[in-house]
């Protein structure tokens, strides 16, 4: 089962993502939402879950910096980064982490659903 927090600042964003999920067949709850990275990390904290989608441009604190924290707490969580940008910041936060990487706008449903279907296999092979 996949513990899902889902995080963006955009409370439609994460209706949109959350039907998006609705139409996959993986086996999930969606434990919490989050509004910015440090409600994010405060969820993080509370809900354990074992997968976080996050947008990258939030208030506060920005989906990097999210990442980055929450590896802090738990280095191997499931991280999924939804996002219609791709400076150089965040290039190089993807090429020195370990997670997987969707862009936003829109989100590509086929490649969503095979980005979780990894995380499902992966976590039923711990």
């Not at 920005?62 to 990442?67: A, D, H």
């Not at 939804?82 to 993807?94: D, E, G, K, M, P």
Request: contains cysteine; glycine residues 2%; neutral net charge.
């Amino acid at each position: 089962m996949i513990n899902i927090l889902v995080v963006d600042d955009s409370a439609l964003a994460r209706k949109r993502i959350i039907e998006t999920l609705a139409n996959f067949e993986i086996r999930y709850t969606i434990v919490g939402e989050a509004s910015d990275g440090e409600e994010a990390i405060e969820s993080f904290k509370k809900l354990q879950p074992n997968l976080v989608i996050t947008d990258i441009e939030m208030p506060k604190m920005n989906g990097v910096e999210l990442v980055q924290e929450i590896r802090k707490i738990d280095k191997d969580v499931n991280i999924i980064v939804i996002s219609s940008i791709s400076n150089a910041q965040v290039q190089q936060t993807l090429k020195s982490d370990k997670f997987l990487y969707c862009v936003k706008k829109p989100i590509k449903s086929e490649l969503l659903s095979t980005t979780l279907h990894r995380v499902e296999n992966f976590l039923k092979d711990k």
